[in-house]
């Protein structure tokens, strides 16, 4: 027994002495000198073993990795989390679910990767087939209500669900009876408030909502005349199922959530065609972020870890260049199963989002779309002036955005929806964080709000510097 003790911790030491060597010698390298280092990696190199456990092998071959970046770890709170967990469903939780491994990638990347392919944190990575019809869902109560859609929640109809039990099986895991566990799906149907237009109009006009869709067989050859959907999906970008085009329904509550949606009577008396609009299905979430601040108790861990994702989701869109440029707390959702865990977050509603491959915009004239929100613009987009020969950039806006939501994360207030107005505020301005904060978080969000977009920092070494502020050895520490 002791003597396998102490190999353990002589694996323990040396993965230690190279996590160091790898993540400190490259960030001290200006510091330290490079014999130092060098001679550092020798000796690590010269001493390493192979261990034979297979958490230990991972553990061993991510260290062992040439090139460690500071990896974009969105989940990583939610492994924290895991270690509260019993030791059985914490071993099932943290290393079942890995489908494939990228070369090239660090310690912190490897992590992410864990929980991205893992059902547990992902329920996307489980592929399932969904209806294109509506008569395909049974359709419960309203979820929300915006502008421009309703929500609302659903399941399968019972044909359907049968052929689909491992994603029930999935989704209600652990039990409960819940109205989320009832209705684990949620359908997004969009106004349409030109019933005479044909269908290839709904597809077109509507296009952007379908962005984050990765399957577009869904989408009927032709309708589309460019169309630009995100390759893959991301554990922090909600996943759409499926989406169609089918007959405008009378739902629960429609006469009084959204009357000016419904045809009126004398549509009908026209002898038109039947009403279409297009329908989004995809994983229901427990609420927007938004609600979640205003209804459960403030963690600063949990935070971090929310605004970790957030920045995981920016990373992503960035690097497919594409610009959500709505970015609120009413267009992030979040998933949990009890409060005081690190929730799952998701960016949604890109109906405004710009992806036609670059992030320049030409604006000779006001009938230019901007995008959303107008609160949360960031200086350069809100100061533009249209001309001949102007040109928006929005490559840094979505970051911009997202730092102004992790102020609301950190003290569940915005500033830019009350006290700073973006087109004239003074970096001076910006209000102070919380002390709990950590001061890399603080000194971070005041750079990507810096009001010269080439002064913000590039949206990965935002993300990585968030993840690494995540990592750390043992509980309660940092």
């Known amino acids: ?3 396998t003790l102490r190999k353990l911790g002589v694996i323990a030491i040396r993965f230690g002495q190279q996590l160091a060597v790898r993540v400190f010698g490259r960030q001290l390298g200006k510091q330290l000198p490079s014999k130092v280092v060098t001679a550092g990696r020798v000796i690590v190199r010269a001493r390493t073993i192979r261990p034979k456990g297979i958490i ?8 062992r990795l040439q090139g460690m970046t500071a990896a974009r770890a969105a989940s990583m709170g939610l492994w924290r989390n895991g270690q509260h967990r019993p030791g059985r469903e914490r071993q099932a939780l943290g290393f079942l679910g890995l489908h494939h491994q990228r070369h090239n990638q660090g310690v912190v990347e490897r992590i992410r990767d864990l929980f991205g392919n893992n059902f547990r944190y992902n329920p996307a990575a489980k592929q399932d087939t969904f209806p294109n019809g509506l008569d395909g869902y049974e359709i419960g109560s309203n979820i929300a209500v915006g502008c421009h859609a309703a929500v609302y929640e659903a399941r399968l109809a019972k044909p359907f669900r049968q052929r689909s039990r491992g994603f029930y099986d999935l989704l209600e895991e652990g039990g409960g009876r819940d109205r989320q566990k009832l209705f684990p799906l949620a359908v997004k149907l969009m106004f349409n408030y030109d019933f005479s237009m044909p269908e290839t109009y709904l597809w077109n006009d509507m296009s952007a909502e379908l962005v984050p869709m990765i399957s ?5 050859k032709g309708y589309i005349r460019s169309f630009r959907p995100l390759p893959k999906s991301h554990p922090n970008v909600v996943k759409i199922h499926t989406a169609f085009v089918d007959s405008m329904p009378l739902l629960r509550g429609a006469e009084l959530l959204y009357p000016e949606a419904l045809p009126n009577p004398d549509f009908y008396e026209c002898g038109l065609p039947e009403p279409k609009t297009l329908f989004l299905v995809m994983k229901r979430y427990r609420m927007t972020l938004r609600e979640y601040m205003l209804t459960c108790k403030r963690n600063y861990w949990n935070s971090r870890v929310m605004f970790g994702q957030l920045l995981e989701a920016m990373v992503y869109l960035f690097e497919h260049q594409v610009s959500h440029r709505d970015l609120k707390s009413d267009n992030i959702l979040v998933d949990f199963n009890v409060e005081d865990e690190a929730p799952h977050l998701v960016v949604s509603d890109f109906g405004c989002c710009l992806s ?22 960031p200086p350069e987009i809100r100061l533009a002036r249209p001309g ?5 950039d929005f490559s840094k806006s979505d970051l911009w ?12 207030e915005n500033p830019f929806y009350s006290k700073l107005k ?16 950590p001061g890399v978080i603080k000194m971070l969000i005041s750079r990507i709000l810096r009001i010269n977009p080439n002064e913000r920092p590039d949206p990965r070494t935002a993300a990585d510097v968030v993840a690494l502020s995540l990592f750390r050895f043992g509980e309660n520490v940092g």
């Not at 230990?56 to 260290?63: C, E, P, T």
């Not at 491959?357 to 009938?367: M, S």
């Not at 001949?388 to 928006?392: Q, R």
Request: hydrophobic share 35%; charged share 25%.
């Open 401 to 412: 955005a997202a730092a102004t939501l992790g102020y609301e994360m950190f003290t569940r």
């Open 216 to 220: 577009n067989q869904r989408i009927p």
């Open 1 to 3: 027994m002791s003597g």
């Open 56 to 63: 230990s092998r991972q553990i061993w071959r991510a260290m």
């Open 356 to 377: 036609t491959g670059t992030f320049r915009v030409r604006y000779p004239h006001d009938n230019i779309d901007l995008g959303g929100n107008l609160a949360m613009r």
């Open 422 to 437: 973006s087109y004239e505020y003074s970096e001076s301005d910006l209000p102070d964080l919380p002390k709990r904060v």
């Open 388 to 392: 001949p020969d102007v040109v928006v």
